[in-house]
């Protein structure tokens, strides 16, 4: 069978080599960066086509002979990207961080008889399989919460920061209103916002603060509260608030000495180089997701524990093997016939599957990404709100 990965930054470049390892599939890697497709070459069963994917136009000649298209472009571009790949009728498996709401797809994905897994990544991605499998077990889930985050394994002033998955996609984090629940009700804030410390054994100390990384869960999930929140060193949120307010991040254009510039375009480029992960360094990925609700009367509460690190054996960074890893896995499911469902399907449908779930955590367990799940049963004052 032939996948097409469309965009391999250091995540696809994961992916490409992951899926790789299967004889039964060859593999085409697509990307306009020179460099990240010499990083590919002599894989086995790996092809390499240079070609830009801004022009959504020219994607249906691209993948005409593919059995599954894994979409790894920036969110800027993935909801036109993943449109296209529907439109030729192709599954697909979604890992670009677009704003736009993937369920107005679904009509088209049914009407092509397409399977498109979308947020296929870690966060959102494994965070909303944990919380389709537990919705699935209680009766009524009451709680979601999820603190999540990919740092460098050395923090580094003046940043506290590198940038582990696409630099873009971090702004629009930074940027982008979020979106959370609150009594059954959506409240949003603005992005950086209610910083609060937080201890993680193995790491230290850690600020969480209010990203919009609920999406499809607040469509899919019945619970009154839910939140995800964006874990970073202290320090760089209220660095990021100073370059947000004062206009850095804009997209509308200035004049600057008789010349247009759109402010974000001048930081992105000032940034991204700097927040660039050197050879040789490292970086670190660490969730918690908690889960609360009933069944049969008691009270639960589910959490999940998530520390991965970077692999020095195949110097893949910890970003690429949770994210990628998981859209590799996946797509072997939907390839397979494992995972079925036609249309728009968020990963939290991964989760309520019991053998999609197992298979998920199995594969996991291969790649030595380890997840604990712990739980325990709760008085009423137990409970958060």
């Known amino acids: 069978m032939h996948v097409i990965v469309l965009g391999v930054g250091r995540v696809g470049q994961a992916m490409v080599k992951d899926l790789a390892q299967d004889g039964g599939l060859t593999i085409t890697a697509v990307d306009n960066n020179l460099m990240a497709l010499v990083a590919l070459e002599g894989v086995p069963q790996v092809q390499t086509l240079h070609a830009d994917l801004r022009d959504s136009r020219g994607v249906p000649a691209l993948i005409a002979d593919a059995d599954l298209v894994i979409c790894a472009v920036p969110g800027f571009m993935g909801f036109e990207t993943l449109r296209t790949v529907i439109a030729a009728g192709k599954h697909a498996v979604d890992i670009s961080f677009f704003e736009e709401d993937p369920f107005l797809l679904d009509g088209l994905a049914r009407d092509h008889g397409v399977t498109a897994v979308v947020d296929c990544g870690v966060a959102p991605g494994l965070c909303n399989i944990l919380a389709g499998h537990v919705a699935s077990v209680l009766e009524r889930l009451e709680r ?24 873009i996609d971090v702004l629009e984090e930074y940027t982008r209103p979020a979106r959370f629940v609150e009594y059954g009700r959506e409240v949003v804030r603005p992005a950086l916002s209610d910083p609060e410390l937080l201890d993680f054994p193995g790491i230290g100390t850690l600020e969480a603060f209010n990203t919009d990384g609920l999406r499809t869960l607040q469509r899919t999930l019945t619970a009154p509260f839910m939140k995800e929140k964006t874990l970073r060193y202290p320090g760089h949120a209220e660095l990021m608030r100073v370059f947000r307010e004062t206009g850095l991040f804009d997209k509308t254009s200035v004049e600057v000495e008789g010349i247009s510039v759109r402010p974000i375009a001048l930081t992105s480029r000032l940034l991204f180089e700097r927040w660039q992960l050197q050879a040789g360094e490292q970086d670190f990925t660490v969730m918690q997701v908690i889960l609360e609700g009933e069944q049969k009367g ?60 197992a298979d998920l955590l199995a594969e996991y367990s291969r790649r030595n990404i380890l997840v604990r799940e712990t739980v325990a049963t709760l008085e009423a004052s137990d409970l958060h709100v």
Not at 153 to 165: D, G, L, T
Request: charged residues 20%.
């Open 144 to 167: 979601y919460v999820c603190y999540v985050g990919g740092l460098p394994q050395v923090r580094q002033w003046p940043y506290e920061y590198k940038a582990v998955f696409s630099p």
């Open 298 to 357: 008691r009270q639960f509460r589910y959490t999940y524990e998530l520390l991965d690190h970077y692999d020095v054996i195949t110097q893949t960074t910890s970003m690429a093997r949770t994210t990628g890893y998981t859209a590799a896995i996946i797509a072997r499911q939907v390839l397979r016939g494992q995972f079925a469902q036609r249309g728009i399907c968020p990963p939290e449908n991964i989760g309520r599957d019991a053998a999609c779930y």
